[in-house]
């Protein structure tokens, strides 16, 4: 079944921590890839986003990652994470007409 | 510009009832989704609509589940009769047909049924 995994659901930090999380997805061909970031009472707002050309990506908020595709990943990463950086962050893949499949989630607590 | 507006945020019911929640995308924007977020899950796509055209509804349990898109813009989707198994966020998002562009989100509507 196609799919997208993110392996790490509950992540805590200490502030200035360096962040990786990890997102593999389960599609052949060409696939569009997103992270998505939801903080604590607000809506799901876009971190970043990969199309195509340069596979490291570059975000919002110090935010890049990077889409390797022999390995169908596409992981997240921030040199030193915040307190405000707090929130649940998706991966999702969009394959063809304009679906979007979603990764379960992954919870980020950084400790002030 | 506006964003995704949704309503209710909120809504608990008992159930066997009705329910019934709004979306009004970002003006423009062809493509409506509704998505149903599970506790601890990531959204899942119900329904996708193309203008008024609902082109992808294969999740929708269409045995209580139902959507409209009257006029290409708004949108309202409706359980009748709600499960407890329903109580979960329902997202609603728009994106428009220019490449490289993302969908928007609403905030939600938290559903509770007891």
């Known amino acids: 079944a196609q799919s997208v995994s993110q392996h790490n659901h509950h992540v805590i930090l200490s502030e200035a921590a360096s962040l990786e999380l990890g997102c593999n997805y389960s599609?052949?061909?060409?696939?569009?890839l997103f992270w998505y970031v939801q903080y604590p009472g607000q809506h799901l707002q876009l971190l970043l986003k990969?199309?195509?050309?340069?596979?490291l990506v570059k975000g919002i908020k110090g935010f890049e990652a990077e889409f390797i595709k022999s390995k169908f990943s596409f992981n997240l990463r921030k040199p030193s994470v915040q307190w405000s950086d707090t929130a649940e962050y998706f991966c999702?893949?969009?394959?063809?007409?304009?679906?979007?499949?979603f990764g379960t989630g992954t919870r980020l607590k950084v400790l002030a | 510009e506006a964003g995704v507006v949704q309503s209710p945020r909120y809504k608990i019911i008992e159930k066997k009832q009705p329910v019934a929640f709004w979306c009004n995308p970002i003006?423009?924007?062809?493509?409506l989704y509704w998505y149903r977020q599970n506790l601890g899950q990531g959204p899942e796509l119900l329904i996708r609509y193309e203008n008024e055209e609902a082109v992808d509804d294969s999740q929708l349990p269409k045995d209580r589940f139902s959507a409209e898109r009257l006029k290409g813009v708004d949108s309202t989707l409706k359980i009748q009769p709600a499960e407890l198994g329903d109580s979960a966020v329902y997202l609603c998002?728009?994106?428009?047909?220019?490449?490289?562009?993302?969908?928007?989100f609403g905030q939600g509507t938290r559903l509770t049924v007891v």
């Open positions: 003006s423009g924007h062809n493509t």
């Open positions: 990969y199309f195509s050309g340069d596979p």
């Open positions: 998002a728009s994106s428009s047909r220019a490449e490289n562009t993302e969908a928007f």
């Open positions: 599609y052949g061909g060409t696939v569009n």
């Open positions: 999702a893949v969009r394959r063809g007409t304009y679906k979007y499949i």
